[in-house]
């Protein structure tokens, strides 16, 4: 499978722009931002504090954290969010291994939850996103508070 990449660099640029500028204007407050290396290539997350148990959100294919803004409005009950661009895919994560499978994202995945110190999380995907999520809860039931799927995509790639 190829990597994900920008064809030209003006390409990439023009994104990086319109994709905060963008992020100003939808997300309530700024978020802190952070890149998590894995084996993939580095994952990068946007989060907001809060208390308790928090959430982890997963964007559907073709989608960036930034489809969550209309719910980050609410705040999620005061609890910490972690926005994470999935790596394969448009937004600011960035792929450096080949992704031929679901479970070639689960080591991704466990690194991203490491590299925030999440041992326990409410994981919500969408789309491609929830399948990830519906995966990724079944191998790391431990680290699962609980798993939300918002119509979950390819669940014929499941190589469970």
Do not use: N
């Not at 023009?14 to 931002?33: G, Q, T």
């Not at 504090?49 to 964007?59: E, N």
């Not at 326990?120 to 809860?137: E, K, M, N």
């Amino acid at each position: 499978m190829k990597l994900t990449t920008f064809r030209k660099p003006d390409d990439e640029r023009r994104f990086d722009e319109i994709y905060a500028r963008l992020r100003a204007e939808r997300w309530p407050s700024p978020p802190s931002e952070t890149d998590v290396g894995t084996r993939l290539g580095t994952a990068h997350v946007f989060s907001w504090p809060g208390d308790g148990v928090p959430l982890l959100l997963l964007p559907g294919w073709g989608a960036t954290s930034l489809m969550w803004a209309p719910m980050l409005v609410h705040g999620f009950g005061g609890r910490p969010v972690h926005c994470v661009d999935v790596i394969g895919d448009v937004g600011l994560s960035v792929q450096r291994a080949p992704i031929a499978t679901v479970s070639d994202h689960l080591p991704w995945l466990d690194a991203v939850a490491v590299g925030l110190d999440l041992d326990r999380v409410h994981i919500v995907g969408s789309s491609y996103g929830a399948l990830l999520t519906l995966v990724w809860a079944g191998r790391t039931p431990e680290r699962v508070a609980t798993a939300t799927l918002l119509d979950p995509g390819g669940l014929v790639d499941i190589d469970m």
